[in-house]
């Protein structure tokens, strides 16, 4: 036997497991079930319920298995007399002051108290007293509604606040038998976060404002998807009710990516699938109103006005801009009708990055793009670097990560950037500079002269740099507190800092982008210009607005309403044709507008943050007639003398998987050989790993 | 065995809270002592031989609770536990108001044993004078270079800070007790690690009681010979014990250990107030299970009492006469319990409050008599099941009432009301307790 490691033998099956590991999960490895409330395996041992109390032998009494670490020769017994009788006797205290209203409890179904009870509880209650009460719900914030009276106290939310995401935000008020949860002074609960407390909750205490008494968990059905929110690509399930309604979004944990949590903007952003205002059929502009149409008379008109325009002025007029929170599958089919059917190049995504890089500074982003490591990397970081980075706002669930590495395995965090964001407060050292000065501060942490002079502030960061271990850095090449005509020299400078360091260091990025799938927007080059690959021209958008184009296809893209100037424009383009979910600034200029089906209601995948694909699910059926983008395009195709032949949307994915580079060979070509957790493409740890 | 006065200097000298007094009758010298001649390690070990044991309650072996600190570290504390919340207990209040020198003198040397170089004595929040009397102490022995940096010249220091807790029995629990002091509120911690190897701010931390420190200067001034001289051969030393109820002379009584209980109620005392018998008492305050009024011939001591189906604990011995309603008084202990459980664990926050309503439903006329079976299986469900020590406390007096006066449960349950109504016995219990 390897010395970290110990025998255990529990319920007569022996096991060995690593030194120090915690009994409770000892025996859920060789499938002994043991109740809990209070453990959670993402939370720290508290020890507080008693419900997973155990026999081990020498010991004099009972003991708890979440708070137990196995030692070499422990012998234990979880189904004893003794054991049971603490069980039930634990499960009656529970439940003598609690409602028992399970009938119309929004977890009733999906209880694990209610559970419990059946399997390990005592059946009746000697309990004839009278029962506490409390005012009931409590409004902690805008998202959780509290019911205090179901609540057994086993602090998984409290602890959540305090060692997750570390905003406190959560406390027990009161004592003894008249504890309760609450916030300090009962400000509202108001956190990024909080929704992940309802799936903490061992019972139906925490409620989702949104959703309390709108179902019965046992009418759902669950559809593995990815939150379409940000991309960090959080797993997700949609459940649906009867096939058609969206209940909830809830984590499915992949521990390559989520570590199990979602952020409150995914979890509670569901409202515009269902929406009433979705598009339902095409529209088409007569008389200056939109009126609906065909399919068929849409794509009619489509193709002979963009067929005049590429006559007229060429194809290279017509500019397609799509929304990178599009499927890989739809991105890639828009860029193949664009460049193969349409035979224009004039194609960009919105929102982007609003600066170029010249093709001479294309090392740079090389320089980048194979540093790209994993999220799961920040885990085995020696130092985090921010640069000019708020992962709380463009990736909230990667502000959690970081939290973790920095708790659980002594990272160490610099924050360098203009001012201050959440996780500030965690880093060791902290580099504050003026908004144009990024270029030399990142640049001057490496050269001898400017690391003399540097002040206080800049030697902290240094000394850090300096040090041994692997480093993660993420950035946000959006650089939104950078002047504008500062952020490329933003990029290169950070190129430079990565160079540097991978000098001694083992060095992986993290890019936090804007939107949820503009990873795989970039890689597919749907991005302009796209003749020399890697390298960004000048957004196609701030084209648009010097008259450049005659006609423009926006799929998913609304830029008109955000950028100044773009409603005149647009509205002296000679044909707009807009994709949409609803009718969006944009698609009230268009000539045509085509509704597309949302991510809920087809089968795809998108490429995270880290170049992780994840495949997403039908969860719903489309709104009317709406249909997916890929197939839009498909069908719009067949009017061009270059049609597009794909049959579904796993012919597409094995065109991708075949054909765009670092796709090619890592990327399957089945959704079932994705899978449930998805695959890591080019960067994305793959070439660390191996 | 009989009085004895070691810590109680004050009866003969009054003015022993003074520092010159203090100091003129030998005080401080056992510090000055051990800071020239002794070695942190010779003053545990001094300790451990004296067989001095925790006067808090546990009984658990001082010198051995300080020779469980890591063998290498920078920080330790020392912790003075001055909670004094046991209902009946009021031992460490007389301690301090009267010589608090003697204390300052003991949390010195144990800071001196354990190396470390800050003591908290942390006070229940009720203590407000005490606290403010300890500071002026502590001032008055920091001006006289007893208290600070380089005490007699030498290169070890200790500050000795006085805490105020916020009234809760639960920061009693040393561990509670810590987090308390550390500003946070007080839940009892998991165990391991054990305060003597993370306790205060992580730090290795000794938490002694104020008697057992009160103890440390006679030690170390006289040698652990001269005390295992008194008491008995597991529980050497005097033992000051409280008494309160119906008794002539209530109060706090220097006792040789092993003395019998009934020289503590008639020598003592002097007896029953009012020529009422003794129907039953508690020995160690309400965590301790009461015993029948016949009783009289235990040995105060850590062995007699468990010998005899109780506990010394603190020596606090709660009385009730004849005409006391025991399930009344039972209903005044559970209520405490019940108030004071912190709410951590399921078994303690739920069992103390349900075993508090039964108890008043059968005081109120309510009772049944499957209440006795419920009652007692209650509290198996509690007794070794909680987080803390503080959940088998709240079930031990339901035992032993049910146990020894099951008759008098019978009689309300029979008569569907207390039979001794009016409580005119209870009203002195009620306010030593401070439930009412």
């Known amino acids: ?690 | 065995m009989a009085q004895k006065t070691v810590l109680f200097k004050h009866l003969e000298q009054p003015e022993i809270h003074r520092l010159d007094v203090y100091r003129d009758a030998g005080g401080y010298g056992a510090l000055r002592t051990a800071v020239n001649d002794l070695a942190p390690a010779e003053v545990t070990q001094m300790v451990k031989d004296s067989g001095l044991r925790g006067r808090g309650g546990a009984g658990f072996p001082t010198g051995m609770k300080w020779s469980f600190l890591p063998k290498e570290y920078d920080t330790s504390y020392l912790v003075c536990n001055a909670d004094e919340s046991e209902p009946g207990a009021f031992k460490d209040r007389e301690l301090m108001e009267r010589n608090p020198h003697q204390l300052i003198e003991g949390c010195l040397l144990a800071a001196y044993a354990i190396r470390a170089r800050h003591a908290f004595i942390y006070v229940r929040g009720e203590y407000l004078a005490i606290k403010e009397l300890l500071d002026a102490a502590i001032e008055q022995a920091r001006q006289a270079g007893l208290v600070g940096e380089r005490i007699f010249g030498k290169d070890w220091g200790c500050e000795v800070s006085v805490y105020r807790g916020a009234g809760a029995y639960i920061c009693g629990e040393e561990s509670a007790m810590l987090d308390s002091l550390e500003g946070f509120r007080g839940f009892p911690r998991l165990r391991p690690p054990f305060p003597a190897v993370r306790g205060l701010y992580g730090k290795p931390t000794v938490v002694n009681n104020v008697e057992t420190l009160a103890n440390v200067p006679h030690i170390v001034a006289n040698g652990a010979e001269w005390f295992k001289s008194t008491g008995t051969e597991k529980s050497p030393g005097t033992k000051i014990c409280s008494i309160s109820g119906p008794v002539n002379r209530p109060g706090n009584y220097e006792l040789e250990m092993g003395t019998p209980f009934r020289y503590l109620l008639e020598d003592c005392a002097g007896g029953m107030a009012g020529g009422k018998s003794l129907k039953a008492y508690i020995p160690g305050g309400a965590s301790a299970p009461m015993l029948p009024g016949d009783c009289q011939d235990v040995g105060i001591d850590f062995e007699s009492y468990p010998a005899a189906g109780s506990t010394m604990g603190s020596a606090s011995f709660i009385l009730f006469p004849e005409d006391c309603c025991i399930v009344f008084a039972q209903l005044r202990i559970s209520e405490f319990f019940s108030h004071e459980s912190c709410g951590k664990c399921t078994p303690c926050r739920e069992g103390s409050r349900w075993l508090r309503q039964m108890v008043e439903r059968i005081e109120e006329g309510g009772g049944r008599e499957e209440d006795l079976p419920i009652l007692l299986d209650v509290t198996d469900n509690m007794v070794g099941k909680c987080f803390c020590a503080l959940g088998d406390f709240a079930t031990s007096n339901i035992v032993a009432s049910i146990r020894h006066f099951r008759h008098e449960y019978e009689q309300h349950i029979r008569e569907r009301r207390c039979p001794f109504r009016p409580h005119p016995a209870a009203e002195p219990l009620l306010q030593i307790a401070g439930v009412a």
Request: glycine share 8%; hydrophobic share 40%.
């Open chain 1, 1 to 690: 036997m390897a010395e970290d490691r110990v025998h255990v033998t529990i319920d007569g099956a022996q096991t060995e497991v690593p030194k120090g590991t915690i009994l409770w999960e000892a025996a859920k490895d060789i499938g002994v079930d043991i109740p809990i409330f209070c453990y959670h395996s993402k939370l720290g041992p508290v020890g507080v319920c008693r419900m997973c109390m155990v026999q081990v032998e020498g010991m004099p009494k009972l003991t708890t298995a979440c708070t137990t670490t196995v030692t070499d020769g422990m012998v234990v017994h979880t189904r004893s007399p003794e054991v049971e009788k603490a069980q039930r006797g634990v499960l009656e205290f529970l439940l003598i002051n609690h409602p028992l209203d399970c009938p119309i409890c929004d977890r009733g179904g999906e209880c694990p108290l209610q559970d419990q009870t059946f399997q390990y509880g005592p059946g009746i209650s000697r309990f004839v007293e009278r029962k506490r009460h409390f005012v009931k719900p409590v409004r902690l914030g805008p998202t959780i509604d509290l019911d205090r009276e179901r609540c057994i106290l086993c602090w998984r939310c409290v602890r959540f606040t305090s060692e997750v995401a570390e905003d406190n935000k959560l406390i027990l008020v009161d004592r003894g038998s008249e504890s309760f949860i609450g916030t300090f002074e009962a400000e509202p609960y108001v956190s990024n976060f909080s929704g992940n407390v309802i799936e903490l909750c061992p019972v139906g205490a925490l409620t989702s404002h949104k959703q309390r008494f709108t179902f019965r968990p046992w009418e759902l059905q669950q559809h593995p998807s990815i939150c379409p929110h940000c991309p960090m690509g959080c797993n997700i399930n949609i459940d649906v009710r009867d096939a058609q309604e969206v209940i909830r979004f809830r984590s499915r944990t992949n521990e390559a990516v989520d570590d199990g949590w979602l952020c409150d903007r995914g979890r509670f952003g569901y409202d515009f699938i269902g929406s009433p205002d979705r598009l339902k059929t095409p529209l088409i502009r007569e008389d200056g109103t939109l009126r609906p149409a065909s399919f068929s008379a849409a794509y009619r008109l489509i193709a002979e006005r963009l067929q005049r325009v590429a006559a007229e002025a060429g194809p290279h007029s017509i500019a397609g801009i799509a929304s990178p929170r599009l499927s890989n599958e739809d991105l890639f089919v828009f860029r193949r009708f664009l460049r193969d059917s349409v035979g224009s190049e004039s194609i960009d995504y919105w929102p982007r990055p609003e600066y170029s890089i010249d093709s001479g500074d294309s090392a740079a982003l090389q320089t980048l793009d194979s540093a790209l490591t994993s999220i799961d990397r920040i885990d085995s970081a020696a130092l985090i670097v921010l640069i000019a980075a708020d992962p709380s706002e463009k990736e909230p669930v990667m502000e959690l990560r970081i939290r973790s590495a920095l708790n659980k395995r002594s990272a160490q965090l610099v924050d360098i950037g203009i001012h201050d964001v959440p996780l500030s407060g965690k880093a060791s050292a902290v580099l504050r500079f003026a908004p144009d000065q990024i270029d030399g501060v990142l640049r001057g942490l490496f050269l001898a002269a400017a690391r003399e002079a540097g002040s206080e502030e800049f030697a902290g960061a240094r000394e850090l740099l300096d040090g041994d271990g692997p480093v993660v850095l993420l950035y946000d090449d959006s650089f939104p507190d950078i002047p504008q005509e500062r952020r490329r020299d933003a990029l290169l400078s950070l190129a430079y800092m990565v160079d540097n360091l991978r000098e001694r260091r083992q060095v992986g990025v993290i890019p936090l982008l804007t939107t949820s799938n503009e990873m795989a927007a970039r890689d597919f080059g749907v991005m302009a210009p796209n003749d020399s690959g890697s390298v960004w021209g000048e957004p196609l958008v701030d084209r648009l607005l010097s008259g450049d184009y005659r006609a423009a296809l926006f799929w998913g893209a609304n830029p008109v309403g955000t950028v100044a100037g773009l409603t005149e424009a647009v509205e002296a383009l000679d044909f707009v044709a807009v994709s949409e979910l609803r009718l969006s600034e944009t698609a009230g200029l268009a000539d045509v507008v085509l509704p597309a089906s949302c991510f809920a209601e087809k089968v795809g995948t998108v490429t995270n943050t880290c170049r992780r694909v994840q495949v997403f699910s039908e969860a719903v059926p489309a709104p009317g007639m709406a249909r997916p983008d890929w197939q839009m395009l498909v069908e719009l195709s067949q009017r061009w003398d270059n049609p597009l032949s794909y049959a579904s949307p796993e012919a597409i994915l094995a065109d991708i998987s075949g054909s765009v580079p670092g796709y090619a060979g890592r990327l399957p070509t089945s959704y079932r050989r994705v899978g449930p957790l998805g695959v890591a493409v080019k960067g994305g740890g793959v070439e660390a790993a191996e």
